[in-house]
């Protein structure tokens, strides 16, 4: 299994596909050509690769699913609008004990209310960051108020209602100075929201790629409930980290490294310019890369507080 000093070695790789791009082996790396000039544009050894994600098409062969297997990489692939529909290798089989004592959990309310304190947690700490005005100090109190009362939640519905209730706050307060006017998933209504979807796109990837080194069911969720096909596991564990995302995009406007001139609309959706692609991927990936660590940690936390069925007190939190 993957140690914390090997992992602190390892490199995301992100390939942004088209015909013009192939992907090849030589001598233990991963080498991406340009078919156009049929000359080397990188080249990464195999075994510092964690993840790689690929957006678009481009041309693949067996070789780099046996690689992946080989070296315990796990490939992402991604459709133009940041949507994963294939997820390949990276995964620890056979660990039947820790599926066991996913599908026999007995405290699923405990972990839960864990992982929503978490994240109100860290969205009262961004707020923090930028208090200046009455209405941040308002909503740090409210978030105050309600952290605690996620900790006394009496089931999943009341659960879910305090995260709600606790997100719509931070945002209004968070992207105040945005014109921001709703989180709405998936809609891409705004520039904000199509950037929310495609952070947390990558962040969700990044955080299942870690799951998958140890072996959990990745649809047998604590807090996100069964669902087909959802992934509900990485859901739950993404909750503590999209303050991460969040504040790549604030930071982003701040320094207007954002242009509403990088998008275009289309049927009521915002859509980014493909040339575009990789000024934001860059953007996200670097933000995650500044916390790989402290993911790394909390996602083996986690694993070991939950394999030997510790009490909540013992399970990771992360602070931003």
Known sequence: MLTFPDFKEKQIVFIHGSHKKKVQFANENLVLYS???????NRVSCHKIFALFILGDISLTSVLLRKASLYGFTVILMNRNFRTYCVLGGQTE??????????????????SRHIVKNKIFNQR????????????KDAIQILMRYEKLSEESNGEKE???????????FFQAYFKDLNWKARRPRTKCDVINFLMDMGYTYLFNFIESHLRLYGFDLYMGIYHKRFYERKSLVC?????????????????????TISHDDFFVSNGQYILKRKKNEKYTSLFIESIMDFREDMFQYIQGYYRSFVRNQPVEKFPFFEI
């Open 125 to 136: 700490n961004l707020l923090k960051k930028i208090r200046s005005k009455d209405i941040e």
């Open 236 to 256: 739950d564990l993404v909750e503590p980290f999209r303050c991460i995302i969040d504040k790549a995009i604030r930071k982003a406007y701040g320094l207007k």
């Open 94 to 111: 056979g660990n039947f004990l820790l599926r066991k004592q996913q599908y026999d959990c007995s405290n699923e309310l405990e972990i």
């Open 35 to 41: 078919l156009d000039t049929n000359k080397i544009q």
């Open 159 to 169: 659960l879910l209602g305090i995260e709600g209730y606790c997100s719509k706050v």
